[in-house]
């Protein structure tokens, strides 16, 4: 599997997952693919912000800690900069509890998901995210 993946071609809103394990990733990027998203994937953050950069995304859904960049850091970057501020992103985390108050200062961190969580949890946060941005799908569960 290579670090950079696109998972679908549907023409549905584009979301950028970035996280270091492999599992979480394609699960979550064979659901979302089922409900219409078109999905990229990226191992982690350094790789993820070039993904981001590349295909400007309607969301980006990323882990806390990954090697090389932080969610935080990436979220940062993100945020930092007049192309990618506006993209929502939405954090996971195995210590939701730990990094509440590092992502309140940052703007474009719309919701923190603690792991171990549920597929359809996710779905319904995504589709409520979009929806605030102005990009969201019909609901699927």
């Given at each position: 599997m290579s670090p950079i993946q696109n998972t679908s071609s549907a023409n549905g809103p584009c979301i950028?997952?970035?996280?270091?394990e492999p599992h979480i990733t394609h699960m979550v990027?064979?659901?979302?693919?089922?409900?219409?998203?078109?999905?990229h994937r990226a191992m982690d953050g350094k790789q993820g912000?070039?993904?981001?950069?590349?295909?400007?995304p309607d969301l980006v859904v990323t882990d806390l800690q990954m090697p090389y960049m932080s969610g935080i850091e990436l979220s940062t970057r993100l945020f930092s900069s007049e192309k990618t501020r506006d993209i929502?992103?939405?954090?996971?985390?195995?210590?939701?509890?730990?990094?509440?108050?590092?992502?309140?200062?940052l703007d474009n961190v719309r919701s923190l998901l603690s792991k171990p969580f549920g597929i359809r949890s996710l779905?319904?946060?995504?589709?409520?995210?979009?929806?605030?941005?102005?990009?969201?799908l019909e609901q699927c569960a």
């Open positions: 950028v997952l970035v996280d270091d990027a064979r659901k979302l693919s089922q409900c219409g998203y078109s999905v912000l070039e993904l981001i950069q590349e295909v400007h929502p992103v939405i954090m996971l985390s195995a210590r939701g509890f730990a990094i509440e108050d590092q992502i309140k200062e779905i319904e946060l995504i589709g409520k995210t979009l929806d605030e941005a102005g990009g969201g």
